[in-house]
C-alpha cells in the first residue's frame, strides 16, 4: 500500500513528541507534486538542543522495523547534520534533520544579503546555507506546534531581495575562476580547469536563481533549472554541456572549454541584469 498524507501527518505528529523535536516539513519532490512510486519521502526535522535521539531511534525502529536507523546531530557532517533512514509502508523515508535556532540565523543572514557555500560532503560547490530557509519556503509544514515554521514559511515565500542581489553580485568569482583557469591550460592541467569550470557553472546557476528570486536549494538538476527560468541565457544547458565536454588534456580543447564558459558568465551577467529590471 503506498504511503498516505494522511499516515505521513501520523507519523509527523508521533515525532513530534519526541523531546527536542519542534516541527516537521515535508520536502523534495513528494512537497512539489512531482514524486514517482520510487521517490525517497523527504522530511525536516526541525529540533532545539538537547535532542532525543535514543527516543528516536527507539520510534524509527518502531515504525519502521529493526533496520531503521538515525544519527546523532551532526551525524552526516556540519551542514546536511543528521537524521535518519526507515521505511515506511514498503517506501524509503528519510528524517532530515534541521536545528531550528541555526534555521533562525541563516534566515536572519539571508534578508541582510548575507551567505555562503560551505565544506560538505556530498556537495562539490559548498553546501549553501540559505537552502535551510529555501527548504522552508518550498515545503509542506506536517507538524508546527510553536508556529515557529510557518512564521518563517511565510517571510521567505517572498524572496528576500538582498539575497537576490548579493547572489548576482558573486558573478565576480566566476570572472576571476576563468581566468586563474586560463593559467592551468599551459600545464595542460584538466582537472585544475575542470574544477574552475564546475564552479563557474555552479554560481552563474545561483545568480540566475537569485536575479529571478527562485529558491534553488540543490546542487543536482541545478543547471537544467537555471536553464528553465524566463530570461535565462539562451541555450544555457546545452553550453554547459559544451564546456565540459572539451575537457581533455589537450591546451587547445581546454582554451576551447574556457572561452565557451567566459561567454556564458557573460550572458549570465546580462540576463541576470534584465532579469532584475523586469
Same mark, same amino acid.
Given at each position: 500500500?503506498?504511503?498516505?498524507?494522511?499516515? =505521513?501527518?501520523?507519523?509527523?505528529?508521533? *515525532?513530534?513528541? *519526541?523531546?527536542?523535536? !519542534?516541527? %516537521?516539513?515535508?520536502?523534495? /519532490?513528494?512537497?512539489?507534486?512531482?514524486?514517482?512510486?520510487?521517490?525517497?519521502?523527504?522530511?525536516?526535522?526541525?529540533?532545539? /538542543?538537547? %535532542? #532525543?535521539?535514543?527516543?528516536?531511534?527507539?520510534?524509527?525502529?518502531?515504525?519502521?522495523?529493526?533496520?531503521?536507523?538515525?544519527?546523532?546531530?551532526?551525524?552526516?557532517?556540519?551542514? !546536511?547534520?543528521?537524521?535518519?533512514?526507515?521505511?515506511?509502508?514498503?517506501?524509503?523515508?528519510?528524517?532530515?534533520?534541521?536545528?531550528?535556532?541555526?534555521? =533562525?540565523?541563516?534566515?536572519?543572514?539571508?534578508?541582510?544579503?548575507?551567505?555562503?557555500?560551505?565544506?560538505?560532503?556530498?556537495?562539490?560547490?559548498?553546501?549553501?546555507? &540559505?537552502?535551510?530557509?529555501?527548504?522552508?519556503?518550498?515545503?509542506?509544514? %506536517?507538524?508546527?506546534?510553536?508556529?515557529?515554521?510557518?512564521?518563517?514559511? /511565510?517571510?521567505?515565500?517572498?524572496?528576500?531581495?538582498?539575497?537576490?542581489?548579493? =547572489?548576482?553580485?558573486?558573478?565576480?568569482?566566476?570572472?576571476?575562476?576563468?581566468?586563474?583557469?586560463?593559467?592551468?591550460? /599551459?600545464?595542460?592541467?584538466?582537472?585544475?580547469?575542470?574544477?574552475?569550470? &564546475?564552479?563557474?557553472?555552479?554560481?552563474?546557476?545561483?545568480?540566475?536563481?537569485?536575479?529571478?528570486?527562485?529558491?534553488?536549494?540543490?546542487?543536482?538538476?541545478?543547471?537544467?533549472?537555471?536553464?528553465?527560468?524566463?530570461?535565462?541565457?539562451?541555450?544555457?544547458?546545452?553550453?554547459? #554541456?559544451?564546456?565540459?565536454?572539451?575537457?581533455?588534456?589537450?591546451?587547445?580543447?581546454?582554451?576551447?572549454?574556457?572561452?565557451?564558459?567566459?561567454?556564458?558568465?557573460?550572458?549570465?551577467?546580462?540576463?541576470?541584469?534584465?532579469?532584475?529590471?523586469?
Amino acid at each position: 500500500m503506498p504511503l498516505t498524507d494522511a499516515h =505521513l501527518i501520523e507519523v509527523a505528529e508521533r *515525532v513530534a513528541e *519526541v523531546p527536542g523535536v !519542534v516541527g %516537521l516539513v515535508l520536502g523534495g /519532490s513528494r512537497a512539489r507534486g512531482a514524486h514517482t512510486p520510487d521517490s525517497d519521502t523527504d522530511i525536516g526535522l526541525y529540533y532545539r /538542543s538537547p %535532542l #532525543d535521539v535514543d527516543g528516536l531511534d527507539r520510534l524509527a525502529k518502531s515504525i519502521g522495523g529493526p533496520a531503521a536507523m538515525v544519527t546523532a546531530p551532526g551525524g552526516w557532517g556540519p551542514w !546536511v547534520d543528521g537524521g535518519g533512514w526507515l521505511r515506511i509502508d514498503g517506501q524509503a523515508v528519510d528524517w532530515i534533520y534541521r536545528d531550528l535556532d541555526r534555521v =533562525l540565523a541563516v534566515r536572519a543572514d539571508a534578508e541582510r544579503g548575507r551567505f555562503g557555500f560551505h565544506v560538505q560532503s556530498g556537495h562539490p560547490l559548498g553546501f549553501p546555507d &540559505f537552502a535551510y530557509v529555501g527548504e522552508l519556503a518550498l515545503g509542506r509544514i %506536517l507538524v508546527d506546534h510553536t508556529g515557529e515554521l510557518t512564521e518563517v514559511q /511565510s517571510r521567505m515565500r517572498d524572496y528576500p531581495p538582498k539575497l537576490s542581489e548579493a =547572489l548576482v553580485a558573486a558573478l565576480w568569482e566566476a570572472d576571476f575562476l576563468i581566468a586563474v583557469a586560463r593559467k592551468a591550460v /599551459s600545464r595542460a592541467d584538466s582537472a585544475y580547469v575542470a574544477g574552475c569550470l &564546475f564552479r563557474v557553472v555552479g554560481v552563474c546557476a545561483h545568480a540566475l536563481h537569485g536575479a529571478a528570486r527562485e529558491w534553488l536549494i540543490n546542487e543536482k538538476g541545478a543547471v537544467a533549472a537555471a536553464a528553465a527560468l524566463p530570461g535565462a541565457p539562451k541555450r544555457f544547458r546545452e553550453r554547459v #554541456d559544451q564546456t565540459f565536454g572539451c575537457l581533455s588534456g589537450d591546451p587547445l580543447q581546454l582554451t576551447a572549454a574556457i572561452d565557451i564558459a567566459a561567454d556564458l558568465v557573460l550572458d549570465t551577467a546580462d540576463a541576470c541584469a534584465l532579469m532584475i529590471r523586469s
